[in-house]
């Protein structure tokens, strides 16, 4: 699976839109992008995937660039709840959920 | 969405004692993983739970250590063996259901050797 780098840490101000870059510039053409997110003592939560189109859902917006080798997750108004290590994770899909983590971005949402 | 319950929540055990971690699951699910997450690390898959074989582990961990069990489609356990305090971790419980490969993890076991 290819790896992704992410800045370690950002802050946000709560009710702006967090954007949390994510680079995967080894990524290969049948690999989907994902986030997981882990609010302290829980475990790992899905938040939303993507193949190469753009993606949205209930909780976060997917910006994937057109040569697929990096993506942006857009929270699109941070509240305090979100302040959490993000992750960004390439992996096909139907090779099960044999997640490999990297470190993450630590999101703090302040007031 | 699949619910995912672990037993114990976290333990305080002594050293070259074993621990046996439950994960059990409100619906059949076809894949069961077992993560550990050291102090302040990312996760790491230690073991695929595989439903009547045995359990296929990532470089870095063995059957002796870390022995899993997965009677059916929604239990599993996780034994840590004879343990030590670099075994103090917290142990997540995984499960992909349906064809996205979505995972659900459960709350996680915090392990504290002493």
């Known amino acids: 699976d290819a790896k992704t780098t992410q800045p370690p840490s950002m802050d946000c101000a709560e009710g702006r839109a967090a954007n949390l870059p994510c680079n995967h510039s080894?990524?290969?053409?049948?690999?989907?992008v994902y986030w997981y997110r882990q609010i302290h003592s829980q475990g790992p939560q899905y938040i939303i995937h993507?193949?190469?189109n753009n993606e949205t859902n209930e909780m976060a917006s997917l910006i994937i660039t057109e040569d697929r080798k990096s993506s942006t997750l857009i929270l699109p108004h941070a509240t305090l709840r979100d302040t959490a290590v993000y992750y960004c994770i390439v992996q096909r899909t139907g090779t099960a959920s044999k997640l490999t983590f990297g470190t993450g971005t630590r999101l703090q949402v302040t007031l | 969405s699949a619910v995912i319950s672990q037993k114990p929540s976290r333990d305080i055990c002594q050293r070259g004692t074993s621990l046996t971690i439950q994960c059990q699951v409100d619906?059949?699910?076809?894949?069961m993983f077992w993560y550990r997450q050291q102090p302040g690390q990312s996760l790491t898959l230690i073991a695929t739970?595989?439903?009547?074989?045995?359990?296929?582990?990532e470089s870095g961990f063995v059957i002796d250590k870390f022995p899993i069990s997965r009677p059916n489609l929604t239990f599993s356990t996780l034994t840590v063996s004879n343990m030590s305090p670099e075994d103090s971790s917290i142990y997540l419980c995984?499960?992909?259901?349906?064809?996205?490969?979505?995972?659900?993890f459960g709350q996680g076991t915090r392990l504290t050797v002493v």
């Open positions: 995984s499960v992909e259901q349906g064809g996205d490969a979505e995972a659900f």
């Open positions: 619906s059949q699910v076809t894949m």
């Open positions: 993507g193949l190469k």
């Open positions: 739970a595989n439903q009547g074989s045995e359990a296929t582990y």
């Open positions: 080894t990524i290969s053409g049948n690999e989907y």
